[in-house]
């Protein structure tokens, strides 16, 4: 929404309809004397019309500099998209056992790392970054920071094991967050001054270890710390003889809804990439009151130029 921080010159947008009533009625003025021509016809055939495009549009775009001009003066403020660099990302992913499964080529595993490569490049540099990877039970891979080698190198070097401790994983993403604080605390204020937080969070499988995964999103949302979930493959598949029952989407999104998050599901390697493709591109920003006179007054400006050129243009074809 735009707000003005002095609106009151905004009534002198009133002067916009007036200065196009008085440009009317000038090009529309009668003669002040009359001449008498043999071939009268004629000379009203070339009478130009009442509008024209090439003579009219310098005073169009004169009379919208004007409205451009007084907005200006009322100082407009906006909501503009800013890096917040205080904001800290944590990226938990499921490396069970399901995860060598091949109906995401080569695997979902590989498919998992690339796909995380790439969001970890993505991501602004000014953003503290941690991974942390779960099975049976969670690990704190890297803590949250700005160095992406490290990460990177972290990626490379993950394995499975086997269960999937989806309540684990977020867990200790909420602790490595800054300024939070997870189970016999949770009831605990967040303190004060906590950066933004948020969790992304990768599963191809249905929780089976404490803590429950609903019990540590709501957790979360005490912490102000926004989980993102990525449901990955298809919801049910066999590899080597052996069945695996897939992700559970409803956890998924009751998670992601409980934190004022967002859900997600990836059936291939480039959807897998596409979601945290979109993921990297909004993460970290946020919209903060800006006064954007600069911007106003420079259209107004360009405006301005484009009449004169074009009115320059007409005075010399005349």
């Known amino acids: 929404m735009v707000d003005f921080i002095w ?5 002198g947008i009133a002067l916009v309809p007036l200065a196009l009533w008085w ?12 001449v008498y021509h ?10 130009p019309a009442r509008l024209s495009r090439r003579r009219d549009l310098p ?4 009379v919208t500099t004007l409205a451009l001009g007084l907005v200006a003066l009322a100082r407009p403020v906006a909501p503009l998209p800013q890096l917040d660099n205080r904001t800290t990302v944590m990226i938990a992913v499921d490396v069970s056992g399901s995860m060598r499964n091949d109906d995401i080529k ?19 540099s000014d953003l503290n970054v941690g991974l942390v990877s779960f099975a049976g039970t969670a690990a704190l891979n890297v803590p949250p920071t700005n160095e992406r080698q490290g990460l990177l190198d972290a ?9 999937t401790a989806i309540g684990a994983g977020l867990r200790e993403s909420i ?9 016999e605390k949770a009831t605990k204020p967040l303190e004060p001054n906590a950066p933004p937080a948020i969790v992304v969070l990768l599963t191809d499988g249905r929780n089976n270890r404490e803590p429950d995964p609903l019990a540590m999103a709501a957790i979360a949302k005490t912490q102000q710390v926004k989980v993102y979930t990525i449901g990955l493959g298809t919801l049910e598949s066999n590899q080597s003889g052996e069945y695996y029952r897939g992700f559970d989407p409803q956890v998924l ?3 992601a809804r409980i934190t004022g998050g967002e859900y997600f599901a990836a059936s291939s390697a480039g959807q897998l990439t596409a979601v945290y493709t979109k993921l990297g591109s909004n993460l970290g920003w946020t919209f903060k009151p800006s006064e954007v006179t600069h911007v106003v007054a420079t259209a107004a400006g360009l405006l301005l130029l484009i009449a004169m050129v074009f009115a320059e243009r007409n005075r010399r074809v005349i």
Do not use: C, H, N
Not at 23 to 34: E, L, T
Not at 59 to 62: D, E, G, I, K, S
Not at 175 to 183: E, G, I, M, Q, Y
């Open 38 to 47: 043999p071939d009268a016809e004629f000379i009203a055939s070339l009478k």
């Open 7 to 11: 609106g009151a010159w905004l009534l």
């Open 253 to 255: 999104k009751d998670m």
């Open 106 to 124: 080569p695997s979902r595993f590989i498919a998992m790392q690339d796909a995380v490569r790439k969001f970890i490049k993505q991501l602004p």
């Open 59 to 62: 005073a169009l775009l004169f």
């Open 23 to 34: 440009y009317a009625k000038s090009i529309a003025r009668p003669a002040k004397a009359v």
């Open 155 to 163: 990626v490379d070097a993950m394995f499975m094991a086997r269960g």
């Open 175 to 183: 602790a490595a967050l800054p300024a939070r604080t997870v189970l």
